[in-house]
């Protein structure tokens, strides 16, 4: 393995990455929305979780429902 | 589209023109039991009524006709009472009920809307399948869903080099 190859490996075994933040979820106009706000942090395990790096990451989803036509019978057939 | 007044009249045509005869043909039945069973009491009654038509007869009617009712009653109950069970009993097994029809559900902002233009009850004659009445049942109902919101608190993702 290359000197980068086994730098890389160690700089991804040695941190761990934490994700901290909210999902929210409701529903609009034909759709279920999701939208979250999530803030990562890359942590160095070898020296007491010390961040080495943040990231945020807003994220927003729309999923598209269409009208459900439900049969009704009672009693069944 | 049928409303509440006309799905009643219709129901009540059709029991109508169904136990009516049967509700006379009672009727009558009862009356001539009555009369059979009243009119040879109240003719030997009045036999003996104008025999003793003297002052003590005012007794004698008071318990003669307190008797006679109660007799009538005894014995006329329990005809009228299986007539009534029949009757029920009849009516529930001449009609099926059924709701049918299509609910359409949407999402909508901050809820869920079901409507329905064709829900209805129909009253149907249970032998023969055909329809004798039917109600109409518009849905026009709103569930509210607020929104919900999930906080995560610390997920740690340790990554392993293969």
Known sequence: MSIIGNLITELIERNDVVIKGAITVGLADGAVKLSADLRTEVQDRNNHNKPVARMLIPMSARAVVDEMVIPVRIPRR | ?162
């Open chain 2, 1 to 162: 589209m049928s409303d509440i007044n006309e799905f009643v009249k219709k129901m009540g045509d059709d029991i109508n023109a169904t136990l009516a005869p049967r509700v006379e043909q009672q009727v009558v039945q009862t009356g001539n039991q009555i009369a059979d069973h009243a009119a040879p009491q109240v003719q030997a009654f009045v036999d003996q009524l104008v025999k003793e038509i003297a002052a003590s007869a005012t007794p004698k009617v008071r318990d003669f006709s307190n008797k006679l009712v109660k007799d009538i009653f005894t014995q006329q109950s329990g005809p009228l009472r299986d007539f009534v069970i029949k009757t029920i009993q009849d009516l529930i097994g001449r009609y099926e009920p059924v709701l049918a029809g299509n609910v359409h559900t949407k999402v909508v902002n901050q809820g869920i809307q079901l409507t329905s233009d064709d829900t209805r009850v129909e009253i149907k004659e249970r032998a023969t399948g055909k329809a004798v009445a039917s109600l109409d049942l518009p849905v026009d109902l709103r569930i509210d869903v607020r929104e919900m919101t999930f906080e995560l608190d610390d997920a740690r993702l340790n990554v392993k080099a293969l």
